[in-house]
């Protein structure tokens, strides 16, 4: 028998995560830090234990749809996993929804729940998703105020019994397009006896096994557009557990995320209540949009988190021309890259997590509110894109292991891949970015937080790190403040990434300052330093910029010619 390697094996994800634990400690009062400690670290083993484990011996198996019964009465009943099915119980238990609620918590509330996310989400195939919709559900309600819809489904969606515990869909996209929801289908109709009933198609839904959902439908007198789109909510069953008004027509066969039941509905006179007025739906489901955004980047750094622990595992036993891989310099510094990027979208990611708690509870300062709004499409472009780039290094650090479906590592870049679609693409959040510029003044609010964040500084070893982010900074003000229009439409994505990467790199340089300060430890310094040279300003500036855009048309379009 000639040599086997052995595969990796995780320690608890909580005790062996010196970013996550330092920056909790940082993050919140001391006695809420210490309380919270043992939930995490149960948290933490079962991630890197009977979930993990679980995780492998689910691999192959996926949601079922069985549309008929042997009778031929339609069910449409979807069998989840054996992983999914534990999940679900946990996720009560833990509170992965409710502890984001739990008024006790006050302001650290969504800190100590997204600290919980974070450690559950790699081990649960993409349960974060229901999750996520269930958070931003609650919240969605809570901020429309309706108090029936409040009573009625809040306490479930934020239960703590398995048994109880109601999960939420949220149905937007349609065949027309999942980023451009102004131009839905569906309609809505008023019966006589009052009661709302929606007909459409809704072409990609998460997950149809919710309970309830909240969807966009146009009543049929509403003008054509966003505006005249209405928000509903929709209890998915009967009182005797059928589907109403409601088909699955099919479940999506994705590249990734294939645990998630994401289905095709059809709906046929589902009954619907009207969440807030009959229009202007958008705005009143963006609570949802910017939650479930939230929960996006939290897994993200889950996922690279995950990876990054595994390929350090390995390159720790695995031995290669006469050493550990760990000991050769190239395989460190590609590590070391990695591990810098997820340092610092930690920092900017639990800053925006922080700042969504103290706008909850309420005890947000001045400025609070729209730095949140300019920060959450942010964090969700850039860890998105990151966690794809970070998770395909990792199956690389792996040699032809990383490509071998049975060691569970394919799935880590394939579940990555949906984290820029879902939820708002890269470029739509893009143009996120620049609206929300438009409805506040975020990028003041920015500017302040990158200034807080840098203060105090006298040593002058941070000095090159300091100047560089305020360039950076001063550099998107200077382009954002001259650009056309269509400029600013074609340079969204480097503008937003570049506000990133920069308030990404304040906010490490503050976390390591801190943590060299109070224990001594330097890597989230070595982490600041090697995320700074990877690129923090990514515009472009165009010399001349119509033959730019022209080059770029022609690249774009085969259509059309350079000249
Ligand atoms: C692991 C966890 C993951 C989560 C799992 C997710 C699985 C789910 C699968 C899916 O369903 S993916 C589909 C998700 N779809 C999207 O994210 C939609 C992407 N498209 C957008 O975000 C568009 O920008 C948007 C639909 C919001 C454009 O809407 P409109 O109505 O055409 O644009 P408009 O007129 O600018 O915005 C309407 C109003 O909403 C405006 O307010 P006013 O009426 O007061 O003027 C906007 O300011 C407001 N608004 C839009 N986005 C907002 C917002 N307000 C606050 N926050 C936002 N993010």
Redesign the pocket.
């Known amino acids: 028998m000639g040599f086997t390697q052995s595969p990796p094996r995780l320690e608890n994800q909580y005790v062996d995560d010196r970013m996550l634990r330092s920056s909790l400690a940082r993050l919140l009062p001391p006695p809420l830090c210490e309380r919270s400690s043992g939930e995490l670290e149960h948290l933490g083993e079962l991630a890197a234990g009977e979930l993990f484990t679980l995780q492998q011996a689910d691999r192959v198996n996926e949601p079922v749809l069985t549309q008929w019964d042997a009778w031929g009465e339609r069910i449409d009943r979807i069998e989840l996993t054996p992983l999914w099915r534990r999940a679900a119980g946990l996720a009560a238990e833990h509170g992965l929804v409710a502890t984001a609620y739990d008024s006790a918590l006050g302001e650290y509330a969504r800190a100590v729940q997204m600290a919980k996310v974070y450690l559950f989400a790699a081990s649960t195939d993409?349960y974060?998703?229901p999750l996520?919709?269930t958070d931003g559900a609650a919240r969605t309600l809570l901020t429309a105020d309706n108090r029936s819809l409040i009573d009625r489904a809040v306490p479930r969606l934020l239960s703590r019994d398995p048994a109880c515990m109601w999960t939420s869909g949220?149905w937007?996209?349609e065949t027309t397009g999942?980023?451009?929801?102004?131009r839905s289908e569906t309609e809505a109709r008023c019966s006589e006896d009052g009661r709302w009933r929606l007909w459409g198609r809704k072409w990609?839904t998460?997950a149809t096994t919710a309970e309830m959902a909240i969807t966009l439908a146009r009543p049929v007198d509403n003008p054509a557009g966003?505006r005249g789109l209405a928000a509903f909510y929709v209890e998915t069953r009967d009182a005797e557990g059928r589907l109403q008004g409601l088909e699955v027509q099919r479940l999506k066969d994705k590249l990734g995320t294939r645990k998630v039941p994401t289905a095709e509905l059809r709906l046929c006179g589902v009954h619907a209540i009207p969440l807030a007025g009959l229009d202007?739906g958008?705005?009143v489901i963006?609570p949802m949009?910017?939650v479930?955004r939230l929960?996006?980047s939290v897994?993200a750094l889950a996922l690279m988190r995950r990876g990054i622990a595994l390929a350090r595992v390995y390159a720790r036993q695995r031995v290669v021309f006469g050493a550990r891989l760990v000991d050769k310099p190239l395989h460190r510094t590609t590590l070391g890259v990695l591990q810098a990027e997820l340092e610092a979208s930690f920092q900017l990611v639990f800053r925006v997590v922080t700042l969504l708690g103290r706008v909850e509870a309420g005890t947000d300062a001045d400025g609070d509110v729209a730095l949140l709004?300019l920060l959450?499409?942010i964090v969700k472009l850039l860890t998105g894109k990151q966690a794809v780039k970070v998770l395909s290094e990792v199956l690389e650090a792996f040699g032809g292991a990383g490509y071998v479906e049975d060691t569970g590592l394919p799935v880590l870049l394939r579940d990555a891949q949906v984290l820029p679609i879902?939820?708002?693409t890269t470029n739509?959040l893009s143009l996120?970015v620049i609206?929300a510029l438009r409805?506040s003044d975020g990028l003041k609010r920015l500017q302040e937080e990158i200034d807080r964040a840098l203060s105090g500084i006298g040593d002058e070893a941070w000095l090159p790190l300091t100047r560089m982010t305020h360039a950076a900074f001063d550099h998107a003000l200077a382009w954002v403040s001259q650009a056309t229009p269509e400029h600013l439409e074609a340079g969204a994505r480097a503008f937003a990434l570049t506000l990133g990467r920069a308030t990404a790199l304040a906010l490490l340089i503050e976390h390591a300052r801190w943590e060299e300060a109070v224990t001594g430890d330097g890597r989230a310094a070595a982490a600041a330093r090697i995320f700074a040279r990877s690129g923090i300003d990514l515009i472009v500036d165009d010399e001349e910029p119509t033959s730019v855009r022209r080059d770029l048309e022609a690249l774009a379009d085969d259509r059309r010619h350079a000249s």
Do not use: H, I, Y
């Open positions: 993409m974060a998703c996520a919709m949220q937007m996209t999942g980023s451009d929801v102004g990609f998460s966003s202007r958008t705005r963006a949009l910017n479930t929960w996006n897994t709004r959450t499409p879902w939820e708002g739509v996120d609206r409805d």
